[in-house]
């Protein structure tokens, strides 16, 4: 018999916990059944549901902001109504024994044998015991500790917090690295499950392993290299949910500037990219692909979601040979061409686009245009270092609509070709163009493409030949224009008329909309003239560089296309007009000379809304325009210089043991958007 009340006990307990009481009140209360006494059927009620009260409170349990939290039972002693787990203690026994004994309602003993006598006018109805019940569970409840406040916040400030410990640790002027930023993330991670959740994201959306791997690691995996790379490829493999994050690969640089990658290296790194279906980037590693197969190239190839890509063409001895023995085109084979318009198939994502020719590398005409056509979202491209063969005017006009375009060492592309191609549909859309090394011969020709391209913002201008004015043209001022360019960058090395005319252009109204002009090879100082004023154009950290030491020893020579001899000559100007008067304010009383004051001259025009800027693209560097040596280089992570240890922040007792790492660079990632 005990065992069937407590069965009917639980059995009264799921229904009350499945249904609000005010549903399961009359199923007890009102039903109909005369032979259950109204005061002990009250005091069953609230016996048994003492903690299923607590669970069907809406304002404390289903509050969505409060996670985790799990009522507790009342305790004895902070109780003080009289629905207390003691109440059974209070019946009289033959109560007691009827309760216990019985496995249902049904088969009571209750001592009124002619039913259920109807309750009195004066006693409380059944809502008012809930109510009341709750507002004593409520009182008691108070003294609880509330829950976490971290459960509670929106994940916006876990974000900002997270994005604010970014900034610190990848600012340019922070002393900390990669392995630090990591370290930190890693240690907000095991708080809680709240920050797990918004830390895991970042931890794993861009992977930036930098440098050499710590000896013990390389001592205990029995591997030479690589040991982080093959770490995460098995953790990417385990968990799959990890491996959903990853957008960017930032692989380690193991081989110094000129040396081949080794194969090994090429098919560790595949099999991480192969973990990652969602990457997009593949930063810091650009192997030289020489049109046979490779592991690494064919694992990219099947991203789809890759956003850029570089390509660098190697020598292929093959097409080497074949090169002795007949014209192009058709130096590459069909399996060649087929394989490398076969790797842009499934890249419907890519925006960014680099094509550099190394050592002689060959990529025909119509590889150039079929590879280009297959890639609906390209944006942004870049050519360089081309034979006249593979890249000239006639492939310049096949080029699909682009926003960037950055023609560099192309010996194919003439004046001629240039201006063409600004009058086609394709050149409508760019916004950032620049011709490195093209030597344009005609100033014409950047005439038309400034006139043409009415979309144009940035333009970039770099040559040793200085483009003139050809001879019978009529010259009429301004030479060149362009109503939307707010930046050039115009860097003419050999000294001639086209910074007196781009200088004639500018006083003219011809760039209303100009506001930055970088001129490395401003050798009069006339584009100066037109900039607004500064007082101070060097760097202090100008003594710290290469051309500052070379300049000491007299080997460098002023025409030299270097941005500490541009701000040394530019700082020089401004100097010199201090030493001379420019004004003279005369103070005279009743005919009488009292004093006169001498101002000294500047630099610039006053009200010029341009700027002069000769910073370059790349923290540190001598060179104004960022190049493809600056991209691909390893040397300061192969031979780091005065690397981070992780000693800045040793402010534990244990000092060196505790954040004491491997010396490694402080890397930060090359923009490829810089090279336009």
Request: glycine share 4%; aromatic share 10%; with cysteine.
């Amino acid at each position: 018999m005990q065992d069937g009340s407590r069965e009917a006990q639980k059995d009264n307990k799921k229904s009350i916990l499945l249904y609000p009481p005010a549903i399961c009140r009359p199923r007890y209360g009102w039903c109909g059944a005369d032979d259950i006494n109204f005061p002990l059927l009250t005091l069953m009620y609230l016996v048994s549901t003492t903690t299923s009260l607590v669970a069907c409170d809406e304002r404390q349990v289903y509050d969505p902001a409060i996670q985790g939290y799990r009522p507790q039972r009342l305790s004895i002693a902070s109780s003080k109504s009289s629905a207390t787990w003691n109440s059974f203690d209070s019946l009289s026994p033959s109560y007691r024994s009827s309760f216990s004994s019985h496995p249902s309602f049904d088969s009571m003993q209750l001592p009124f044998p002619n039913g259920l006598p109807s309750p009195p006018l004066s006693s409380p109805p059944m809502s008012f015991l809930y109510q009341s019940t709750l507002t004593t569970q409520q009182k008691s409840r108070s003294t609880d500790p509330p829950p976490p406040v971290f459960q509670r916040l929106p994940y916006e400030i876990y974000d900002c917090i997270l994005r604010h410990l970014t900034v610190f640790h990848k600012e340019p002027s922070s002393m900390s690295c990669e392995t630090c930023h990591l370290r930190d993330l890693y240690a907000l991670a095991l708080v809680d499950r709240a920050w797990d959740r918004a830390v895991r994201p970042r931890l794993y959306s861009k992977v930036h392993i930098v440098g050499n791997d710590w000896p013990i690691h390389t001592k205990k995996f029995k591997m030479k290299s690589g040991v982080r790379l093959k770490l995460l490829r098995r953790t990417l493999r385990e968990r799959r949910a990890l491996a959903q994050h990853v957008r960017e690969i930032k692989v380690p640089r193991l081989q110094a500037d000129g040396e081949a990658i080794e194969a090994k290296t090429l098919d560790v790194v595949a099999s991480v990219v192969m973990a990652c279906p969602n990457l997009e980037k593949l930063i810091g590693f650009y192997p030289v692909y020489g049109h046979e197969f490779d592991r690494l190239t064919y694992a990219l190839s099947t991203r789809p979601n890759v956003r850029e890509h570089v390509w660098i063409i190697g020598e292929n001895p093959s097409i080497t040979e074949r090169s002795l023995k007949q014209l192009p085109p058709g130096l590459m084979d069909y399996e060649q061409a087929g394989s490398f318009l076969h790797y842009h198939d499934r890249w419907r994502s890519l925006s960014t686009l680099f094509l550099c020719s190394q050592n002689h590398g060959v990529l025909e005409r119509d590889v150039f245009v079929q590879s280009l056509n297959r890639l609906p979202s390209l944006q942004h491209l870049c050519i360089s270092n081309f034979d006249v063969d593979d890249f000239d005017d006639v492939t310049l006009q096949s080029l699909p609509p682009l926003q960037s375009l950055r023609l560099q060492d192309l010996e194919g592309v003439t004046f001629w070709g240039l201006s063409e191609f600004s009058r086609t549909r394709s050149a409508k859309g760019i916004r950032q163009l620049a011709l490195v090394n093209l030597d344009i011969t005609y100033l014409s020709a950047i005439s038309n493409i400034l006139l043409h391209l009415t979309s144009l913002q940035r333009f970039t201008l770099v040559q040793e030949s200085s483009p003139e004015v050809a001879a019978g043209d009529l010259v009429f001022q301004p030479v060149i224009a362009s109503q939307q360019l707010h930046y050039m960058h115009w860097d003419i090395l050999v000294p001639g008329s086209a910074n007196k005319n781009l200088a004639s252009s500018i006083r003219a109204g011809g760039f209303p909309s100009l506001r930055t002009l970088r001129t490395p090879s401003d050798h009069d100082g006339q584009l100066q003239m037109l900039c607004r004023p500064r007082a101070q154009v060097v760097l202090p950290s100008d003594k710290y560089s290469k051309a500052y030491r070379a300049s000491s020893e007299g080997s460098t020579s002023d025409t030299a296309r270097t941005l500490f001899t541009a701000r040394k000559l530019a700082q020089q100007r401004i100097e010199d007009a201090w030493n001379t008067v420019k004004f003279k304010v005369v103070i005279e009383e009743d005919g009488v000379l009292q004093e006169v004051f001498d101002i000294q001259g500047f630099i610039g025009t006053i009200g010029s809304r341009i700027s002069y800027y000769l910073d370059s693209d790349v923290p540190g560097s001598d060179n104004a325009l960022i190049d493809f040596p600056d991209l691909i280089s390893g040397a300061k992570e192969v031979t780091p210089r005065d690397g981070c240890t992780g000693m800045w922040n040793a402010s534990h007792h244990t000092g060196k043991k505790w954040w004491n790492h491997t010396e490694r660079c402080r890397y930060h990632p090359v923009d490829l958007h810089r090279f336009f």
